[in-house]
């Protein structure tokens, strides 16, 4: 099936149109530590450098000639430079090495290629097996509710099924819709303040005892699995959510890994704190995105220190990791300095035939003295060691820029815009993460709440909100569709079938049917017999006899004679 170009569907997502605890209270059983972590820079990194002033000697007397026997019987000079631990870095450009031209063209897969509707695309990551878990253990704690508080008589506490907890996330994905996630839950039920939409699909008790009810694994195992696994009450549905991000979809030869923050502030082991991010406080995921859709194809969350093989650093595990689903298939991968090393762009590209680009920083002990040194605006110097491109550009007074790069050959300058071509390869692909993170704030349907499994659950709505946007507006069957239009049809597509459950529903109130009517717009209107007249006068039968007032006239559905007096005429709704 013909499928839209990247570039548009990446454009799409930019297209524009008192506080109560969500979730129950949070667990005793759960930890809380918070670790502060530092940010890696992941823009305006030229204005982040420390540089050093040095003279022209200095510099000359870190630079090396060696004489380079070639296959002919010329010789070639070539100049070395070497990083403080004596890493070789040539001054001039080799041979140009052979690099695969293999074409990696975007788009939905399997399931999503057929996908014609916003809950369609959004139910090939949400697959029914993830919320059959949800169900399995939402219900048995609904069972153990009832157990400890004898109310199973309630009905607002009854067992979960999946039209309803289909309807549950539609709400909250309409609250994200009109920004209503800060409001008070109550006043989102109120005739004055709320939409009638929520009331509605559920009552105001039913939907805060699914949100504290609802569960993702088996508690009475919680405790073994957390010994090896820091993620465990979440674990079985994030990886069923992964699985689906990638079954369904095919990334671009371009990706970008970079780091995201749940903003979430209650008890969790292993809380991060992160200066520069806008929440500060949170769960930390590192993803591996499209940097042409921004699609979230793979990530770690951060559930505490990890062991590392020897002699790899934490970042380059993480990218080690993360990029596994790509492994030979010559993509290219995109990352800040946090995650740039020479040696984990050595060992992607030999091992994994991947290549990368990245800011690295002056820090590292292979880069030479003189490309950390300040030089005159425009300044271009390069080094090579025969996989990485090592660029140091000086793009105004006192500021140098360090990139290095195994997908570049050389260090050319764009024409357009000035720049170095490195330079403006970085810049295009490096936002992968950051876009995709402000389409999930922008209209997100994370509330405040105690519990942190609720706050990652949060977040992986609103994770599959925006991927199942991105796999849609593949379709070239429809046109392409903003994300608050989406999220509108989302949301209405998922409680429409839960409104035609209740509004069955004995001894509902003439409110809530006229609600529920509206939004399906549909009339409960019967047909009833709509004549009110009499072939002959007939005395009225409410008036006293000794009046003796006749009247043409009766009501439509007794047919009792009723004279001008005591006859009432009234809406549907009133009548009843």
């Given at each position: ?11 799409s997502?930019?297209?524009h ?16 530590s ?5 940010d ?16 022209e000697?200095?510099?000359d ?17 070539c ?10 870095w040539?001054l ?14 975007p ?10 509707s ?17 169900l ?35 709400l909250?994905?309409f609250?994200?819709?009109?920004n ?6 109550a006043?989102?039920w ?30 009475t195992?919680r ?7 820091g ?5 079985e ?9 990638q ?5 671009s030869?371009f990706?970008t ?9 209650g008890?969790?082991s ?26 979230l194809?793979n990530?770690?969350?951060?559930a505490?220190?990890v ?16 990029c596994?689903p ?7 991968i ?22 990368m ?9 292979q ?10 605006v ?58 995709f993170?402000?389409?999930c ?10 519990r ?9 709505l609103?994770q ?6 991105i ?16 999220l ?13 459950n ?14 529920i ?9 019967p ?5 009110d007249?009499?072939?002959?006068r ?9 009046r ?29």
């Amino acid at each position: 099936m013909a499928q839209r170009q990247a570039e548009e569907v990446g454009r799409s997502l930019c297209l524009h149109e008192p506080v109560s605890y969500f979730g129950d209270k949070d667990s005793d059983e759960e930890l809380d530590s918070l670790e502060e972590q530092e940010d890696s820079n992941t823009e305006e990194e030229a204005d982040k450098f420390e540089f050093e002033e040095r003279d022209e000697s200095e510099q000359d007397s870190e630079e090396k000639t060696t004489e380079l026997e070639g296959s002919t019987s010329t010789t070639r000079k070539c100049q070395i430079v070497y990083g403080k631990d004596k890493y070789p870095w040539s001054l001039s450009l080799p041979k140009t090495r052979n690099q695969s031209r293999k074409m990696h063209l975007p788009g939905a897969m399997n399931h999503a290629i057929v996908a014609n509707s916003p809950l369609e695309c959004w139910s090939t990551l949400f697959s029914d097996n993830l919320l059959e878990v949800i169900l399995k253990y939402t219900n048995i704690e609904i069972d153990k509710y009832h157990t400890e508080h004898d109310t199973a008589n309630e009905s607002y506490q009854k067992h979960l099924g999946m039209v309803e907890l289909k309807a549950f996330f539609g709400l909250l994905y309409f609250a994200g819709l009109k920004n209503d996630n800060r409001i008070n839950i109550a006043e989102l039920w109120s005739y004055e303040f709320g939409s009638s939409i929520y009331r509605a699909t559920m009552n105001v008790r039913r939907f805060e005892f699914i949100a504290d009810r609802i569960r993702f694994d088996d508690k009475t195992t919680r405790a073994e699995r957390k010994q090896t696994d820091g993620l465990a009450a979440v674990r079985e549905i994030w990886d069923i959510f992964i699985n689906n991000c990638q079954t369904n979809y095919t990334p671009s030869k371009f990706l970008t890994v970079d780091e995201l923050l749940l903003g979430y502030r209650g008890r969790f082991s292993s809380k991060v704190y992160i200066k520069s991010k806008p929440d500060r406080y949170g769960i930390k995921i590192i993803t591996l995105n499209d940097a042409k859709t921004h699609y979230l194809y793979n990530a770690i969350p951060y559930a505490g220190s990890v062991n590392p093989p020897a002699n790899e650093t934490i970042p380059s595990y993480y990218i080690r990791k993360i990029c596994e689903p790509i492994y030979h298939s010559n993509r290219n991968i995109t990352c800040d300095n946090w995650f740039s090393s020479v040696e984990i762009f050595n060992q992607m590209y030999k091992d994994y035939n991947l290549t990368m680009v990245g800011t690295i920083r002056k820090n590292k002990r292979q880069i030479p003295k003189s490309f950390k040194s300040t030089a005159s605006v425009g300044t271009v110097r390069c080094g090579y060691d025969g996989t990485n491109v090592l660029m140091s550009w000086c793009p105004k007074k006192n500021k140098v820029v360090l990139i290095l790069s195994s997908l570049h050959k050389s260090c050319k300058i764009n024409t357009d815009s000035g720049k170095p071509e490195l330079v403006d390869f970085y810049n295009s692909t490096k936002a992968g993460t950051d876009v995709f993170n402000q389409c999930c704030a922008l209209h997100t349907c994370a509330r405040k709440t105690n519990r942190w499994t609720m706050r990652f659950f949060l977040g992986m709505l609103d994770q599959a909100s925006v991927n199942s946007h991105i796999l849609y507006n593949f379709n070239v069957l429809h046109k392409i569709e903003n994300r608050r239009s989406f999220l509108k049809e989302l949301s209405l597509s998922l409680i429409t079938p839960h409104l035609h459950n209740r509004k069955n529903t004995n001894g509902l109130h003439i409110s809530v049917i006229r609600d529920i009517n509206n939004i399906l717009s549909e009339t409960d209107i019967p047909d009833v017999d709509k004549n009110d007249k009499l072939q002959i006068r007939k005395r009225c039968s409410v008036c006293e006899y000794n009046r003796n007032k006749k009247t043409l006239y009766c009501c439509s559905k007794c047919k009792k004679p009723l004279c001008e007096d005591h006859r009432v005429r009234y809406c549907y709704d009133c009548a009843m």
